[in-house]
């Protein structure tokens, strides 16, 4: 049900916007340094075989050693360059995904199979000697591997975005929020590069002592942290506003469900962003470590069939128990599915977290949500769009003459840019899409006689293709339905509870 309007999980709003404060701090202190260039400057790059423009990055003063001068216009000039083009390609890639619906998955893998032999082949003609074509070239291999690989999951895949697009197509103001956020993420990531450049350029040139080379390692990978932490922020506040739409659209017909800005849409933003915010903080910080980690626990998962008398061994599989045992607590609460309840029901973090996985365990459908081919395709479909705007990079630095560093590699510079950009950008749009297909999911299991009801053709189109590749997964749905049809329909959220339903939705 959804919670009273209350803020939950303040401390890591607060913790988060100190440390954002904090890097406003740092760029308004040292960006500047990154950006100035004075006749000194322009002359020693100019000596150094830079260009106009440059400021010096890292020098060591003696012995012959080379000083790096990087001209920072040129990256921010090439940066948005990337940022336009990067924006236009994952939004065409977005509109063709919306109005293919149900051949999106085959036409997603098709598309970045396409891409990367474009990356590959640009990569040939614009700098054949570089890392660039073979990085084309090992995209595209992977690529086609992976297609092989899950083409017989693509039915199960695609009737959970049929109906997820649907819903975004009911209300399209939720692309408007992964527009917005896209560019919010861009400007940040310029912002935070010059920011980090500057301190950088001062703490080696000594203007800012830190202590010894522990303490810049420890100050660098704070920094590090706190783009994730941001970068993770933006993401997960567009997975939870598009999460509250999808949930509000769930219940009410179609006829009843065609806006461009409805009233759910705006909760639901503001929900996510002042409400809900210190619990998206918390799980943007701590979610993907938690994953990483269960991912290296399970392959310290003593084999509890296995006989063996020896006491250290024993000993041993004790000690991994107790390790692995305590990642799966972390991991029930810290998980990707914690932030469809945050959006839908404004849930704090830690209550939300538990609840996902206690509906998902009661259903039995914990191998079920473990698939996770639509995030491996929209990952997918994410580098490879990286791959192209890195490729648009060096297209613009070959046909321009942008330099970048006093080296003589600035094809090198000018793809990575663009790689970076296209990666960010196309992941924060294409969040909408892994988001409504997780509210759907959730949905799906709480509410499936609301679905019925309201949605009779994309609930059975679901249920269809949820049996031909998992059987027996839709026993309970089919008897709530049957049972739910021949009373009438009046089955709500209350009658779901109270007939074994893990959860009750409203």
């Not at 396409?114 to 074509?133: D, E, R």
């Not at 053709?457 to 590749?469: G, I, K, Q, Y």
Request: net charge negative; proline share 3%; charged share 15%.
């Amino acid at each position: 049900t959804v919670q009273p309007r209350r803020c939950r999980d303040a401390f890591f709003a607060v913790l988060f916007y100190l440390q954002l404060g904090a890097m406003v701090a740092v760029g308004v202190t040292f960006g500047p340094e990154a950006l100035s260039s004075n006749e000194d400057d322009d002359d020693a790059a100019a000596s150094a075989g830079g260009t106009e423009g440059g400021e010096e990055q890292a020098g060591a003063g003696g012995g012959g050693a080379i000083e790096l001068y990087i001209t920072y216009r040129n990256v921010f000039l090439v940066a948005c360059m990337c940022g336009a083009f990067a924006a236009a390609l994952s939004a065409l890639a977005l509109v063709v995904m919306t109005l293919i619906a149900r051949r999106l998955v085959q036409v997603a893998l098709v598309f970045s199979i396409g891409m990367a032999f474009a990356w590959g082949t640009i990569g040939i003609g614009l700098s054949p000697k570089s890392f660039v074509p073979i990085t084309g070239i090992i995209a595209l291999a992977l690529t086609v591997g992976y297609t092989f690989v899950v083409w017989d999951r693509i039915p199960f895949a695609a009737a959970n975005l049929r109906t997820a697009l649907s819903g975004i197509r009911s209300n399209l103001g939720a692309v408007a929020v992964a527009f917005l956020f896209q560019a919010l993420a861009l400007g940040w990531s310029v912002y935070y590069a010059f920011a980090v450049i500057g301190l950088y350029d001062a703490i080696e040139n000594g203007d800012v002592n830190v202590g010894g080379d522990a303490a810049k390692v420890f100050v660098y990978i704070g920094l590090g942290v706190a783009y994730y932490w941001t970068f993770q922020v933006l993401l997960h506040t567009v997975q939870s506003t598009v999460a509250g739409v999808v949930g509000d659209w769930w219940y009410q017909p179609s006829s009843d469900t065609s806006s461009c800005c409805s009233e759910s849409l705006s909760a639901s933003f503001l929900r996510s962003t002042l409400l809900s915010s210190g619990s998206i903080c918390l799980g943007s910080l701590l979610v993907g470590p938690v994953q990483v980690l269960r991912q290296v626990a399970e392959n310290f998962r003593p084999n509890r069939d296995a006989t063996v008398l020896m006491c250290l061994h024993e000993c041993l599989s004790c000690f991994q128990e107790c390790a692995v045992g305590c990642v799966d607590r972390l991991a029930e609460v810290f998980h990707p599915w914690a932030f469809t309840y945050v959006g839908m029901y404004g849930y704090g973090f830690d209550e939300a977290g538990r609840k996902a996985s206690e509906l998902f365990r009661k259903r039995g459908w914990a191998t079920i949500v473990s698939d996770d081919l639509i995030p491996n395709v929209l990952f997918i479909a994410s580098l490879v769009i990286g791959g192209v705007t890195g490729c648009f990079g060096l297209l613009v630095e070959a046909l321009d003459g942008f330099a970048f560093t006093n080296l003589d590699r600035p094809e090198v510079t000018a793809f990575l840019i663009g790689l970076a950009v296209g990666v960010v950008l196309s992941s924060v749009l294409f969040s909408i899409i892994s988001a409504s297909v997780n509210a759907v999911i959730v949905c799906f299991a709480g509410s499936p006689v609301e679905f019925q009801q309201n949605h009779p053709d994309l609930s059975n189109d679901m249920r269809s293709a949820w049996r031909e590749v998992w059987p027996g997964c839709m026993d309970i749905v089919d008897i709530k339905i049957g049972i739910g049809t021949t009373i009438g329909g009046g089955m709500g959220s209350a009658d779901l509870q109270g007939s074994g339903s893990s959860l009750s939705f409203v």
